[in-house]
């Protein structure tokens, strides 16, 4: 059985940081690659940032220059350093493992940003 945990989130004000983290354990093997997704209230998720299998990073446009995917493959974990927070940012934050058989989620993590 595959488990995928997300930590890290919280309450924090404008301009403040928080690093997420989500590790994967059990059953899971060849993960191809990794992302991050957020889902506001009243929203539809979207991808916050991925990082394929041969390391290359893609951002949405709103996070670009703030977030920053990173990952151990050996450990099957993946983290995102969000930086220079704001309070769109706010949301539930999801992690997926994508493997040749499937993917993997977490059940997120809160991050709430305001002032």
Partial sequence: QVQVME??????QPGDSLRLSCAAAGS???INAMAWYRQAAG??????AGIAGGGSTKYAESVKG???ISRNKAM?????QMNNLRIEDTAVYSCQMKTAWGDYWGQGTQV???S
């Fill in 7 to 12: 930590s890290g989130g919280g309450a924090v």
């Fill in 66 to 68: 703030r977030f920053t």
């Fill in 43 to 48: 929203q539809e998720r979207e991808l916050v």
């Fill in 112 to 114: 709430t940003v305001s």
């Fill in 76 to 80: 099957n974990t993946v983290w995102l």
């Fill in 28 to 30: 899971i093997y060849s």
